[in-house]
């Protein structure tokens, strides 16, 4: 690697000016700053971080450490939200995987404090509890998708019970009144927050709930977490008063709805209503019909917590921020069938 001292010797100056280029200090003439920086250029030369940082220069590196997300197409967009914000303010964006490692997780915490990060944003692949060993007073942490028990760092949510409502009162809209809901994991915090927002939207419709309309879609097969759909969609569609839509926990069990369903002889939605939560566009955009669903508003929330890292004033106050995500309206929910 090239050295100051080569630079300095390139453009024929002492190692004191090209120091004072670096530095942005006045004083040095345009001639004599254009030299310096042809010779930086054809040298390849690029200043120390960690000497500027000394220096007192502001680095502008923003930190962010992923569980899963970089092998995860659907929650990708928290990333993407982040990178977009940091392009748009000038600053460097570092990713590191910890793969749910508490090892790894450690090594990238102080990899990035070495590297004097203005921020640290901690993002998981879906809405789960977390514990944060380490202590974070110098260097800020902003926790997305993710939350601890106590409310120690700045926190930003999915509102997955305003998603859930919203969607249950518009199939309500459309006059609906028997709608199933297939949930996903019952250990998983989204879950309940999705069913007391489908509950509400009953409520203030004053609909009354059948219970045995809330079902959980998936299981814990390794190989296929859909593997006992075939048997609770069977069970709902062949009561007397069968639903006439159909809530589904995720995008990807929309699309296993969708087969299944027509495999019992059903139409969709001139039979049976389906939609979904993620608005997962692969899936949500190829479907026939086109699947009616709630965005998870990921790029909104990494775009939010890097503005949040960037202006660090606004990290020091611990705060839960719930980002809304959008109803999607497209064509697999309609009027029940007379």
Known sequence: MSSIKDVAAKANV????????????EGVSTK???KVEAAMQELEFYPSAAAQALRGRDKGIVCLITEKLTTTPDSFDIIAGIQSECEKQGKLLMIGESGGS????????????RQRAEAIIFATV???QVEIKHSFKKCPLIL????ERSLNYLTILPNDYLGAYQITAQLIAQKHTKIAYLTLFEDMPATQLRIDGYRKAHKDANLTIDKDLIRVGVCKDIDDE????PEVLSNLLSRQ???TAICCGNDKMAMRVYMLIRKLGFHIPEDISVVGYDNYKLIAENLLPKLTTVSLPYFSMGQKAAQLAINKQQ???PEKIEVSGELVLRDSHGYPNS
Not at 14 to 25: A, E, Y
Not at 102 to 113: I, P, Y
């Open 241 to 243: 008063d069968r639903p």
């Open 126 to 128: 879906y809405r789960r």
């Open 144 to 147: 997305v998708n993710c939350f």
């Open 226 to 229: 859909f593997l006992d759909l």
């Open 32 to 34: 004599t700053k254009e």
């Open 14 to 25: 002492s190692v004191k000016t090209v120091s004072r280029v670096l530095g942005g200090f």
């Open 315 to 317: 990290v020091s106050t």
């Open 102 to 113: 508490e090892k790894n997780f450690s090594r990238l915490v102080d990899d990035f404090r």
